[in-house]
C-alpha cells in the first residue's frame, strides 16, 4: 500500500489536531490540580508559621494567598477560619460556615 503525499499530509494534520484538543481538555484540570497543590502548601506553611508566632504578618500572608489560590478546598479555609478565629472571631464565621458548606458538598450521604 502506497502512501501519497496527499494522504500523509492530512493524517499528520489529523494527528496534530487530535493532540491540540486532547490538550485544550487537560489543560484545565491540570492547572487546577496546581493551583489546589500551591495553596495546600501556603496553607501548612501558614499553619506552621502561625503555630510559631500567633502575631506574624507572613502567617497571614500565607493564608491570604492559599485562600485566593484555591477557596474550594477545605484545608485551606479551615485554616483561615482557625487564623481568623484567634485575631478576630467574628471575621472568622463566614469561614466556618464556608466550610461547613464545603464538607456538606463533598461528603458522602449515607
Known sequence: ??????KAIILTSLGLGL???????????????????????????ARQIFEEDELSAEAWESARAAYNLAPQVTEVVRTVARIYSKADPYKALPFWEELITLS????PRA
Not at 500500500?1 to 496527499?6: C, D, E, G, R, V
Not at 493532540?19 to 502548601?41: D, H, M, N, V
Open 1 to 6: 500500500m502506497k502512501i501519497t503525499l496527499k
Open 19 to 45: 493532540i491540540g484538543l486532547s490538550g485544550l481538555f487537560l489543560t484545565k484540570p491540570i492547572y487546577r490540580e496546581i493551583k489546589e497543590w500551591r495553596a495546600r502548601q501556603l496553607s501548612d506553611k
Open 104 to 107: 456538606d458538598r463533598y461528603s
